[in-house]
């Protein structure tokens, strides 16, 4: 019966997406629609999806950790593609684009902040042996309340992150397909939601392995074409591409100085160090205190194997970011050359710089189809673990402690569909650039969980009052930011995408005074920590 | 003697985590000299010369030091310098990091489990 139910409601995504599809391709010629990149991109979806029922969820303990049986190379590219988003694929690119040296600091940001996850947290938070961030701060800090509250932060950390990736598919369903925006947003949600029902998380691992291998493969292989058409060095182009910023900043190649655009590569030239400094600690901060991607240090059998794991997905994700300045750097070049005929978008840059170069179609099919894949494979990552903290956190472990394994299934299920279509509904009018987006979900994650692990993991003295606190501290300080008027002088001291700026160091203060002024916690909390900390 | 518990970064006790924190220091040391020791230095050697102009998102306009120096200014495999430091080199050295944290943890916990 369950296993009907799910499938029916499976298939019934499909069709509605398939249908929606159909529908507006008959009426109305929104645009062209690109044969190969269509026939790429169908492809790989139905791919993801037999993944999915091939890899399926047997029971809560598969739906939720994957069996914990996935190895260091393995968990490491599903860190990498699970991490990896629309916002690494597409939205940074295209920040490079506009502001050059400045964006520099969302490279930077989103690869140091592994350096602080794995010396910080990775091991230690394996030790502690628990499924979910909110199970490690509702054990950790001996309190429902804050369980309750961190994971309702965890859906609201998923559900920004994830308004960011719809945005995504939207722009390249919409480029492939020729549907409109719109559409474009209900047809992927359809199909993430598909994939995701069917197979659970060990569908979800299996398949970021995959999405991984087709991230990297789309992302890279088009780098050599363009390189090569362009004139530079072209058997690496991560190095050639330096001499192409190079020319864009003093000329060269085919730009005269009088046209060459030094912001481009100048430091300060678009933005003030401050800001640089601030973006990139809040991108790492962030990244420290990701619920999902902390959650995905459960899934290894051995300690050993988090910390490796950690390792291989920096290794994975280097791959990609070393590549990805290239799109923008080649794409500038272009520009300034005066290549025209392409109507360009920040956030498709990565597809335009193919355009731009004069490459046939199928190249910017290629990357256009990876985009949407990086951009799945985050989106399943991201409703796993909003639904998880709702189904697992919130419903089992506070509301029905007594619930069997059937109705958690379920409730995890239809928390999955709301959050689902919650999400394609903002995403309808997305609010800034992708990067930017998730740069918020970044700066929320830095300023609430990031604080409660360190401290929770770094210094027994920290109590429950303290969490609690700290995070309405953390969570307020994220929405100050974002509603305080942009030409104020808080939101240029705090910006909306740096707010761990201010938000770190005074979570951090407060919830060190509170602790010293409430109940130490109990023995038992600190002689746990002392085993994590002690391997004995 | 009652064993003390309270776990403190700055006051590691047992001897397995004092050998620990000794690493994770200096890794983070590391870390942030590396990236944001670099910035600070850009800003310090710029030429004072060159100068752009920066709208603020209050919308006021300022001048400042566009951070041209020899940093930016020499060639380094076709790059200007601190593009390909910030670009390339910082990664290879995050993931160096990590690697010899990983290398050096999984000797320490071989280390005491034999014992």
Redesign the interface.
Known sequence: MKRMLQWGLSLYFVMVAGNVFAKENLSVNVGEVRVFPAILMISLLVLFILVGVFSKAKDTEDYWAAGRGVGQLGGGMAIASNWMSAASYLGMAGLIYLKG?SA?AY??GW??G???L???MA?QIRRYGKYTAPDFVGDRYYSTAARLMSALIVILISFVYAVGQYKGIGMMFNWIFGINYEMSVIVGTGVVLAYVLISGMLGATKNMQVQYVVIVITFLLPLFFIASKLGY?SAVP???Y??T??DI?HGGNGITAATAD??F?????????YH??AL??TLMLGTAGLPHVIGRFYLVPR??DA??Q??WG??CI?LV??SA?CFAAFAKFSNIAGVTGVTISPDAIVVNAAELAGLPQWFSGFLAAGGVSAAFSTVGGLLMAGSSAFAHDIYFRVLRPNATEESKMKVARIGTIVLGVAIAVIAMNPPAFIAQITAVAFSMGANTFFPMFLLG?????TTKEAAIVGMIVGMTVTFGSMLAP????F??YV?FTSSAILGVPLVITTMIIVSLMTKEPS?EI??L??RV???? | MEKDININFFKPVGEFMTRDVKMKKLIIVIWGVATYGFLLLLKLVADPEATVEVTLSTGEVVTQVSGKSFLTETQFLGFPFHYWYSAQFCILLFIFLCWWYCKFIDKLEAEFSSK
Not at chain 1, 457 to 461: G, N
Not at chain 1, 533 to 536: G, I, K, L, R, T
Request: charged letters at 10%; one cysteine or more; a positive charge.
């Open positions: 040296y520099m490279i930077v690869t140091g592994y350096v602080l794995l010396v910080l091991g060095f991560q190095i050639g330096g001499a910023v190079w900043g030094p912001s590569y100048l430091p300060f030239a678009n933005n003030t160090a640089w400094f990139c600690i300690v050993s910390r490796w950690v390792v920096l290794f280097a970011y070393w300045p993991i770094w210094w027994s003295r942009k030409t104020s002088l939101a240029y910006p023995a600190k002689e920590l002392y900390h002690n391997d004995e």
